[in-house]
């Protein structure tokens, strides 16, 4: 056997192991899940400790529900480079080889802190996340004004619904605080609520126009037909806020 078929060998045996360990396969229709497990905010720049806990509770099913990487840039590239930090994390590659996850995000994976249907490279940003959540090539996920998914899982009498929004894809610019100039950051505002100890209004104000949106006019379609499927227990995955009168 000479080098070069040798060679092509051994990389359709990495291909194939890859693959296999890429990311556990969903659960089955009718399967019965009793024990999910969800989590947001990993800096993929730091260690992860946390995942020899979850890896320890053997969840059937792992929602991430958002800020699962800090891309916080508008270079694909620099995209790639984050995405592969969380992939080499020890902890999480044992969650995927072991573990089916579901993945959604928010702003810092959607591209950057607070950012909305205005930032310039979210079809980028897309392409980056459904390839590395391995997103299968004919999921509407590729294709729809957003990456809002759901699943359904269990029979009858045990049926689990997950509905995944996407609140970054479609939603109006924020409005700032007047109190704030423009160009004030989230970073400034927050470190004034710390050095004050009190709560500092902003760095938003509410948006007044009746044309805003957080999902856009197709997503809170497709949402009320999934709120009409059947389910025993529905969960909604927002990454934000629900409950807040107004979190600012």
Same mark, same amino acid.
């Given at each position: 056997?000479?080098?070069? *078929?040798?060679?092509?060998?051994?990389?359709?045996?990495?291909?194939?192991?890859?693959?296999?360990?890429?990311?556990?396969?969903?659960?089955?229709?009718?399967?019965?899940?009793?024990?999910?497990?969800?989590?947001?905010?990993?800096?993929?720049?730091?260690?992860?400790?946390?995942?020899?806990?979850?890896? %320890?509770?053997?969840?059937?099913? $792992? *929602?991430?529900?958002?800020?699962?990487?800090?891309?916080?840039?508008?270079?694909?590239?620099?995209?790639?480079?984050?995405?592969?930090?969380?992939?080499?994390?020890?902890? $999480?590659?044992?969650?995927?080889?072991?573990?089916?996850?579901?993945?959604?995000?928010?702003?810092?994976?959607?591209?950057?802190?607070?950012?909305?249907?205005?930032?310039?490279?979210?079809?980028?940003?897309?392409?980056?996340?459904?390839?590395?959540?391995?997103?299968?090539?004919?999921?509407?996920?590729?294709?729809?004004?957003?990456?809002?998914?759901?699943?359904?899982?269990?029979? *009858?009498?045990?049926? *689990?619904?997950?509905?995944?929004?996407?609140?970054?894809?479609?939603?109006?610019?924020?409005?700032?605080?007047?109190?704030?100039?423009?160009?004030?950051?989230?970073?400034?505002? %927050?470190?004034?609520?710390?050095?004050?100890?009190?709560?500092?209004?902003?760095?938003?104000?509410?948006?007044?126009?009746?044309?805003?949106?957080?999902?856009?006019?197709?997503?809170?379609?497709?949402?009320?037909?999934?709120?009409?499927?059947?389910?025993?227990?529905?969960?909604?995955?927002?990454?934000?806020?629900?409950?807040?009168?107004?979190?600012?």
């Amino acid at each position: 056997m000479n080098s070069l *078929v040798r060679f092509a060998l051994l990389l359709a045996a990495i291909t194939a192991i890859d693959t296999a360990q890429a990311q556990r396969a969903l659960p089955a229709n009718d399967t019965t899940l009793t024990h999910i497990a969800f989590g947001s905010c990993a800096k993929e720049n730091k260690s992860q400790p946390i995942w020899d806990a979850v890896n %320890a509770a053997q969840p059937e099913l $792992f *929602v991430f529900l958002g800020d699962n990487v800090y891309l916080d840039t508008r270079d694909p590239q620099v995209m790639q480079e984050k995405y592969q930090r969380l992939a080499n994390q020890r902890g $999480f590659q044992q969650l995927k080889a072991s573990t089916p996850l579901i993945a959604i995000w928010d702003d810092h994976d959607f591209g950057e802190n607070d950012a909305g249907a205005d930032y310039p490279i979210k079809h980028a940003s897309r392409e980056a996340f459904l390839n590395f959540w391995h997103e299968p090539k004919d999921s509407p996920r590729w294709s729809r004004e957003g990456i809002y998914t759901a699943y359904s899982f269990g029979p *009858v009498g045990q049926r *689990v619904q997950i509905i995944l929004p996407d609140l970054r894809w479609n939603r109006s610019p924020l409005i700032i605080d007047p109190r704030w100039d423009s160009e004030a950051s989230y970073e400034t505002w %927050a470190k004034a609520q710390i050095d004050s100890g009190k709560e500092v209004p902003g760095p938003y104000t509410r948006n007044p126009d009746p044309t805003a949106t957080q999902l856009g006019e197709a997503q809170w379609q497709w949402l009320e037909a999934r709120l009409r499927e059947p389910a025993d227990l529905r969960i909604i995955g927002s990454s934000l806020q629900v409950l807040a009168d107004f979190p600012g």
